[in-house]
């Protein structure tokens, strides 16, 4: 089975299951169990039971949970928990949102701080959707944007966000897919120009915004919050310990500090050949996994002691943190370490060489549609199971092994195709943890965040969909994303125009 389709199949079994099912972790784990089948089946010594429990166990997750850049995005994670828990208990978030409320002067005003604020918290989703609501819902009800407005805008300046940041979770778990001895973050980067889906979001929402209109079942709810307007919002007097600082000190102390560790692990400080790297050499040459490791746990540190020297939080509540944003976690960190098992076992079959004979034997006439291609699949696996990561894990090193040659812009272009089209199933899944979170967030009805949101994904999808095709052809990340945009905003003034004529024809 090893070097044949049956290298395939633990993965085409594992996304059919998660399409029927649309629950992931079983999905995962079932084409794990039938990777180390096939594996003992074709191993010379012959068939075993405690061949395939050795295989998934030894050969696969252990090996994988044992892996050094592995473990380091895993306590990556773990502490980005710990820290929106320690900024939520410590009030930084509502006393940022008490600010913005004296600041802020008009509905335009009120929707681009919050876009703003989505757009600086991009180190992960979570920690977007756990804090973007909290902040900005009292300034968004005193200019009348309706909860279902605000929940778009919080979901769509999470994961497209976190999924165009060289520096957050996103980045580090993408590049753990990656082939083995190459840079995974300089990956990343390079896809940052293709994925149009992340991109042509935030120039939606921008839009939107500016042009003062909504259509979809959107119109229908910001017309009733702007019924509102004589209406006066309720202020909450309660008492709040946390300020401005207790907010803004640890994001930035976050952003400068995985910085620094990632150029850290790069060399930037360490002379090369009688000289120190630059700073894009440096960041290009880094160990992810280290420096997110290292900036992380460093702005842990800081945050703690600030808060306990400012009395925001004592030592003993901080500590009480530490399992809650562990638990936070969770759901994160078994998908991850799913996704890389499934993917060792994959690899153990030889999925890779197997798929990239085939595409170069028989479908180089289809080689332009793929990054296409690889969009709608990845929107259909990723809606269905609400989880991009889980769609990472699958489709990346699919992409990889399609195209081995690192230079080869396609590759590009399909790996950038891919993260799009996790992050737009994602974005319209109503079983997506970051649609549930921005849900909450915004304190709105989650079916309705779901229903007004979906022709905005669609419409973002559509045009993605073309620019992808564009790319397939052109290789060039500028030509298809200015079409893409040019089709998006004509689009928009297509519709305002005729929302326009119907309510004078009305």
């Known amino acids: 089975m090893i070097g044949t389709f049956w290298s395939l199949v633990p993965a085409l079994v594992a996304i059919a299951l998660a399409l029927i099912t649309k629950e992931v972790y079983s999905s995962l784990f079932i084409g794990i169990t039938i990777g180390g089948f096939f594996y003992a089946i074709s191993a010379s010594t012959?068939?075993?039971?405690?061949?395939?429990?050795?295989?998934?166990?030894?050969?696969?997750?252990?090996s994988q949970l044992s892996d050094s850049y592995n473990v380091g995005i895993l306590i990556f994670l773990v502490i980005l928990g710990i820290m929106v828990a320690l900024?939520?208990?410590?009030?930084?978030?509502?006393?940022?949102?008490?600010?913005?409320?004296?600041h802020i002067k008009s509905k335009i005003g009120a929707q681009c701080a919050t876009i703003c604020l989505g757009i600086l918290i991009f180190i992960d989703d979570y920690f977007n959707c756990l804090t973007v609501g909290s902040v900005m819902k009292p300034v968004t009800d005193k200019y009348h944007?309706?909860?279902?407005?605000l929940a778009y805008l919080i979901d769509s300046t999470a994961a497209p966000i976190c999924i165009i940041a060289p520096i957050s979770s996103w980045a580090a778990a993408v590049s753990g897919f990656v082939a083995e001895g190459e840079n995974g973050i300089a990956l990343f980067c390079k896809s940052i120009g293709y994925n149009y889906y992340a991109l042509f979001t935030i120039v939606m929402i921008f839009v939107l915004v500016f042009m003062k209109f909504e259509y979809g079942p959107m119109a229908k709810y910001e017309k009733a919050a702007e019924m509102l307007k004589d209406i006066d919002v309720k202020k909450d007097?309660?008492?709040?310990?946390?300020?401005?600082?207790?907010?803004?000190i640890p994001?930035?102390?976050?952003?400068i500090m995985c910085v620094l560790g990632m150029i850290y692990s790069g060399g930037f400080f360490t002379k090369d050949s009688e000289s120190y790297l630059n700073f894009i050499e440096a960041f290009a040459n880094c160990d992810a996994s280290v420096g997110l490791v290292m900036g992380s746990l460093a702005a842990l540190i800081i945050t703690v002691i600030m808060y306990c020297v400012k009395k925001s939080l004592n030592f003993k509540d901080c500590m009480a943190c530490i399992p809650d944003g562990f638990k936070a976690m969770v759901p994160a960190i078994l998908i991850l370490t799913l996704a890389w098992t499934l993917k060792s076992m994959t690899d153990s079959l030889g999925a890779k060489e197997f798929v990239a004979n085939v595409v170069s034997g028989s479908a180089e006439s289809l080689m332009n549609f793929l990054p296409a291609i690889v969009f709608v699949i990845a929107i259909g696996l990723a809606f269905a199971t609400g989880t991009s990561w889980g769609t990472f894990g699958i489709l990346i090193p699919i992409c990889i092994a399609v195209f081995p040659n690192a230079s080869d812009p396609l590759r590009i272009i399909c790996i950038s195709a891919c993260m799009a089209g996790a992050v737009c199933g994602d974005h319209c899944s109503p079983i997506s943890d970051t649609t549930i979170m921005a849900s909450a967030g915004a304190q709105c009805n989650h079916v309705n965040h779901v229903s007004t949101q979906l022709?905005?994904?669609?419409?973002?999808?559509?045009?993605?969909?073309?620019?992808?095709?564009?790319?397939?052809?052109?290789?060039?990340?500028?030509?298809?994303?200015?079409?893409?945009?040019?089709?998006?905003?004509?689009?928009?003034?297509?519709?305002?125009?005729t929302q326009a004529k119907k309510v004078i024809a009305a």
């Open 251 to 255: 994001i930035a102390v976050l952003i």
């Open 455 to 497: 022709p905005y994904a669609i419409t973002v999808a559509v045009v993605s969909f073309i620019s992808f095709v564009i790319a397939g052809f052109t290789k060039s990340s500028i030509l298809s994303f200015v079409v893409g945009v040019v089709l998006l905003v004509g689009f928009l003034f297509f519709m305002k125009k």
């Open 145 to 149: 944007v309706s909860k279902e407005k």
């Open 237 to 248: 007097d309660s008492d709040q310990k946390g300020s401005v600082l207790d907010l803004v």
């Open 46 to 62: 012959g068939f075993t039971l405690s061949g395939v429990i050795t295989h998934i166990l030894n050969d696969g997750m252990i």
């Open 87 to 102: 900024m939520n208990k410590a009030g930084g978030s509502a006393a940022f949102g008490d600010w913005a409320k004296k």
